[in-house]
């Protein structure tokens, strides 16, 4: 079996990249830099320029499954021309797959699974949120995931299974919120944000990972909540987080003003508030090796951890 992925040199995609090799499933991915193409055995890259619909077919030779994480970081300051790159990122990627996907005619493709976003549901302090949801977030994210997740709609038209997963809070060492929200803590001025009562979805990104190759390895179609089984809020978070690192939270709560004043209108993802079921998933069988907010957290941050082999002062500068 032989599984292409875009994104695969994300947080995200590097972790599904090692699952799948850990399973003996060989990768081909996809990237717009022709100097960073990488060719072994198991983990073949591709050039692609979605913004101008390019992609070389022969990423497609052999591939059972498609794994799409291409897209934008949303964690950078919203001027009007980034929003237009977030959006676009991630509709030029699916435009480009399905060309390729068109042109190539009869394929060995069996399942398409696309991340997606939480972010689509609206921020609410007390709903509880399951993929039947039919509202939207009347924010740009909510308006972005809206759009993302009809450009995967239009996969329904090929004979194979179409899935997105709607991607929570990722805990990991090696990228995304938890090194920006533990390394403050760690030299003691580490806070919640406003209220601190907005609810984070979280899931381990091992957990995660194993979430994408389960979706394939069953067959499964429509959409799925990317989420750990306990939501908390993010003062809970922020204090399970001292706890394990064992530092005390001396800081009051982070006002608003003061983040939207650092961060501009990005600053609205710190303070929206998600909490959304993994019912779903759960009752299509997957099993969630982290449930626990607390004891994922000792897995990933404590130094003695038999999992992580870094230390909290180990984390990339890019954090600081």
């Not at 399973?23 to 101008?52: A, C």
């Not at 429509?222 to 987080?241: R, S």
């Not at 909490?275 to 069988?285: F, H, M």
């Amino acid at each position: 079996m032989k599984v292409l992925v875009t994104g695969a040199t994300g947080l995200v995609g590097k972790a599904i990249t090692q699952a799948l090799h850990n399973q003996g499933i060989s990768v081909n991915y996809l990237t717009t830099r022709k100097g960073k193409i990488v060719s072994s055995e198991d983990y073949q890259g591709f050039y692609w320029n979605p913004s101008k619909g390019e992609i070389d077919l022969n990423c497609f030779e052999d591939v059972s499954a498609v794994i799409n994480l291409a897209g934008s970081n949303i964690a950078k300051r919203w001027t009007s021309s980034y929003k237009k790159q977030v959006l676009n990122s991630r509709l030029n990627s699916l435009k480009t797959l399905r060309k390729g996907i068109e042109q190539i005619g009869d394929s060995d493709i069996i399942s398409f699974v696309s991340a997606s976003a939480i972010g689509i549901y609206p921020n609410s302090l007390t709903t509880f949120y399951e993929e039947t949801e039919t509202s939207v977030d009347d924010s740009f994210l909510g308006e972005v995931v809206h759009e993302w997740e009809k450009e995967i709609d239009t996969f329904k038209k090929f004979d194979f299974n179409v899935a997105e997963i709607r991607i929570g809070l990722v805990l990991s060492t090696e990228g995304g919120a938890l090194p920006k929200i533990a390394r403050p803590v760690n030299y003691y001025v580490g806070a919640a944000f406003g209220s601190g009562e907005q609810w984070q979805s979280w899931i381990h990104i091992d957990d995660l990972a194993q979430m994408f190759l389960f979706v394939i390895a069953k067959g499964l179609q429509g959409t799925f909540n990317g989420v750990a089984p306990n939501p908390v809020t993010n003062t809970k978070l922020t204090k399970e987080i001292a706890k394990v690192l064992k530092r005390p939270l001396i800081l009051p709560n982070i006002p608003k003003f003061v983040m939207y004043a650092l961060l501009g209108e990005m600053a609205y993802v710190l303070f929206a508030s998600q909490r959304v079921s993994s019912k779903r998933i759960e009752e299509k069988g997957f099993v969630f090796q982290h449930t626990n907010v607390c004891a994922a957290l000792e897995e990933l941050l404590l130094p003695d951890s038999p999992n992580n082999d870094s230390k909290i002062d180990s984390f990339s500068k890019e954090y600081v």
